[in-house]
């Protein structure tokens, strides 16, 4: 069983940067991929960007390329979504989630995940 919190979400404007958290806990390995995922109103839940086990295969969406960075430090148990010049756009909630991966692969699908966070929001003024 792994649980996964979010944090690090709020009110920005536009232009500004945020760092999403995603911090995992209750597992004895760290041979998990993980994917960030967003969720506007009225919409379906989105692949944002992904992880591999070990950090050395990562993937985004085109929305976001050049803006977000993903990144994991498996000492803290810990994902990164490094998030730059937000944009309106961007506003909705975010979640991470985990499934056990111990290889290059990165899923982009949210079938793909066995596990979810509570997600955070994120809001990005004009």
């Known amino acids: 069983q792994v649980q996964l919190v979010e944090s690090g979400g709020g009110l920005v404007q536009a232009g500004d940067s945020l760092r999403l958290s995603c911090t995992a806990s209750?597992?004895?390995?760290?041979?998990?991929?993980v994917g960030w995922f967003r969720q506007a109103p009225g919409k379906e839940r989105e692949f944002v960007a992904g992880?591999?086990?070990?950090?050395?295969?990562?993937a985004s969406a085109d929305s976001v390329k050049g803006r977000f960075t993903i990144s994991r430090y498996n000492a803290k148990n810990t994902v990164y979504l490094q998030m730059n010049s937000l944009k309106p756009d961007d506003t909705a909630v975010y979640y991470c989630?985990?499934?056990?991966?111990?290889?290059?692969?990165?899923?982009?699908?949210?079938?793909?995940?066995?596990?979810w966070g509570q997600g955070t929001q994120v809001t990005v003024s004009s």
């Open positions: 992880i591999n086990w070990s950090g050395g295969v990562t």
């Open positions: 209750g597992h004895t390995s760290n041979k998990y991929a």
């Open positions: 989630a985990a499934v056990w991966r111990g290889s290059d692969y990165v899923p982009l699908s949210t079938r793909e995940y066995f596990y």
